[in-house]
């Protein structure tokens, strides 16, 4: 069975601090994860995935995040918020043979200036 | 190159009525996926297709959801009689692969409210 818990419905930064979105899974195989974006009136849009090359992904619109097995996370960061990375964040999970895949409940971020 | 499109964005319907939802995968993949998020809830699988075939279907809530994808190309969602806890938001998604490397494209969901 595979799950992912995202901590925190909602986080607030202020314009130019560090962006933590967490994210831990669950899985009882290896997995690849997945953080998307979701804009308003917009689809998920993909940020960035780990499908077990390097654990250190880098994303679009400078956000990055690190698979830490020992941890059982996928973290999303970015150094540097914006006022336009106001959006809702949703990590997920897929099975290597899968075709589906487990959302988080979701993050909304509002990036105060 | 056109990306996932969904009709219509927005259906209020009643209790008891029929909704269909559309939608169009990007041109050229052969899966295609619907997922629901109901408010405040986690994004969920609905089903799978692959061309015109139901490849995975385990996620459909029940017998009032009927999804379709003729000539493998759109698809329907189809929800007789609809209920009260159907409200919510219709994402439909598409890959070219349906691997779990796969990039999945999200179109930008159908919002229903059922009263």
């Known amino acids: 069975a595979q799950s992912v818990t995202q901590l925190g419905s909602h986080v607030s930064v202020s314009e130019g601090a560090l962006v933590l979105l967490r994210c831990n899974y669950s899985?009882?195989?290896?997995?690849?994860l997945f953080w998307y974006v979701q804009y308003p009136n917009q689809g998920l849009q993909l940020l960035l995935k780990?499908?077990?090359?390097?654990?250190l992904v880098k994303g679009i619109n400078g956000f990055e995040a690190e698979f830490k097995k020992s941890e059982t996370s996928f973290h999303l960061t970015k150094p540097s918020a914006h006022m336009s990375d106001a959006a809702e964040y949703f990590c997920?999970?897929?099975?290597?043979?899968?075709?589906?895949?487990?959302f988080g409940t979701g993050t909304s971020l509002t990036v105060i200036p | 190159e056109a990306g996932v499109t969904q009709f219509p964005s927005h259906s209020v319907i009643e209790k008891g009525q029929t909704v269909t939802l559309r939608c169009d995968p990007i041109?050229?993949?052969?899966?295609l996926y619907w997922y629901r998020r109901v408010m405040g809830k986690e994004i969920k699988f609905l089903l799978h297709?692959?061309?015109?075939?139901?490849?995975?279907e385990s996620g459909m809530p029940n017998n009032r959801f009927l999804a379709e994808r003729t000539g493998g190309t759109y698809s329907t969602l189809k929800v007789q009689p609809a209920e009260l806890e159907d409200s919510g938001v219709y994402f439909c998604?598409?890959?070219?692969?349906?691997?779990?490397?796969?990039?999945?494209?999200f179109g930008p969901g159908t919002r229903l409210t059922v009263l």
């Open positions: 997920a999970v897929i099975s290597r043979a899968g075709n589906q895949f487990y």
């Open positions: 998604a598409s890959s070219q692969v349906g691997a779990g490397t796969d990039t999945q494209y």
């Open positions: 780990y499908t077990s090359a390097a654990t």
């Open positions: 899985s009882s195989v290896p997995p690849y």
């Open positions: 041109s050229g993949h052969d899966n």
């Open positions: 297709f692959v061309k015109e075939s139901k490849q995975d």
